[in-house]
């Protein structure tokens, strides 16, 4: 018996028929699945995955789009009507619990509209796009299919969408460049917090080095900051990350940035690990952007956003003061978001930098420049319009 997922439907013939389940996000394949094409209304299949029956798609793709488009509709009307009779949310807190909670479902509903792929990444529907190549870039090269499968057409816009990123890169100003991000790796589209890491003044017992100078960038991502710290003047740069994705990601980047020579790309959970004779390595700077808030992610991209227990903040703070050279510092970038949804308090904060035996030199402050902080329409646009993104300038203490 073979342990890899699949799906399986009764066809017209009395025949049970099956199919490989693949799933980006790791979602476990439906347990009910019938065919569906362009015979079918948009209501009955509303109905039908509203009851956990999946829809494997047999018809145009174009219709297919539509058919999506038109569950998303059905999706949010529902949504509005159910929170127009449930009590209104006490706080912000809970408005948030309610409004993700909200959007897992939706994403649960739309994410049974299922598509066919061949063993290539082919799709084999009427007008489908060429994807093979969005997907063998989302999937991996290493990771060759083998055989034909089924995907959610939700995921597979999800694979398109990163693809198209890829190839156009996102702008960012504080670099002078772009920045290429990988399926799955989250994109700096919001780029305050870079800002932040360009202006702030690289500590004395840095540029005290000379040539010898090293900085760190825990949790590399796309290798935006590593870049930017390069780009800064810093001799050399020692970036972190644990997720293969993004280290190939972040390779990437450098490479068209020209600075692969100039950042050494280490696989790594947080800090560097010890030196031969067990001390911990140190630095004169080291940097970390962690995710900003507290929580479960449901996808490898919103890893970057929550994080479970805050383990990755915690664990940077409390290794930070062993790593630091004297006179050295680290870089703290944050959005207090989730102080002002209440799943932070600053005084936690402040209390995890204290007990870390670490010291707070400086802060530098940027309010957001995204759309969101502008729409009174979203549910968190309290929260939202009064968020400030900061760079924590701590020390030994």
């Known amino acids: 018996m073979s342990d890899t997922p699949r799906i399986e439907w009764t066809g017209a013939d009395g025949v049970t028929h099956a199919l490989r389940w693949r799933s980006l996000a790791d979602v476990p394949p439906p347990r009910r699945v019938q065919l569906a094409d362009d015979t079918l209304s948009a209501d009955a299949a509303y109905r039908l995955v509203c009851e956990g029956t999946a829809l494997l798609w047999q018809g145009d793709f174009h219709q297919a789009r539509q058919m999506l488009q038109a569950l ?13 009779r449930a009590p209104r ?8 619990h309610l409004h993700r909670k909200a959007q897992a479902e939706r994403a649960r509903i739309l994410g049974l509209l299922l598509i066919p792929f061949d063993a290539d990444h082919g799709i084999p529907l009427r007008r489908a796009p060429d994807a093979r190549l969005a997907c063998a870039e989302a999937h991996g090269v290493a990771d060759v299919p083998g055989e034909p499968y089924a995907a959610a057409l939700r ?18 100003p504080a670099l002078g460049a772009s920045v290429h991000p990988h399926h799955g790796v989250f994109s700096p589209v919001r780029g305050e917090y870079l800002d932040l890491v360009h202006d702030a003044p690289l500590p004395a017992a840095l540029t005290a080095l000379g040539p010898q100078g090293e900085a760190w960038d825990i949790g590399a991502g796309t290798g935006v900051i590593a870049a930017l710290l390069a780009r800064r003047g810093v001799p050399h740069v020692l970036a972190t990350e644990l997720a293969p994705r993004a280290l190939a990601c972040a390779q990437d980047n450098l490479q068209r940035l020209g600075l692969a020579r100039r950042v050494t790309l280490l696989q790594a959970d947080l800090f560097p690990p010890p030196a031969a004779d067990g001390t911990p390595r140190r630095s004169a700077l080291i940097v970390c952007n962690p995710p900003w808030l507290p929580g479960h992610a449901s996808s490898a991209v919103e890893q970057a956003i929550y994080d479970a227990d805050s383990r990755m ?14 006179g050295g510092e680290g870089w703290l970038v944050m959005s207090d978001f989730a102080e002002r949804l209440g799943l932070r308090s600053r005084e936690q904060l402040l209390g995890w930098i204290a007990d870390a035996g670490l010291a707070v030199a400086g802060r530098l402050d940027i309010r957001p420049r995204h759309g969101k902080a502008q729409d009174r329409d979203d549910p968190l646009h309290a929260a939202r319009s009064g968020e400030v993104t900061s760079l924590w300038r ?4």
């Open 72 to 84: 998303g509709r059905r999706v949010d009307k529902a949504a509005e009507r159910a929170t127009q």
């Open 89 to 96: 949310a006490t706080d912000i807190t809970q408005t948030f």
């Open 155 to 172: 995921e597979l816009q999800g694979v398109i969408g990163a693809h198209e990123w890829r190839k156009k890169g996102v702008p960012v």
């Open 313 to 326: 903040l915690r664990g940077f703070l409390a290794g930070l003061a062993a790593h630091l050279l004297p």
């Open 394 to 397: 701590l020390t030994a203490a």
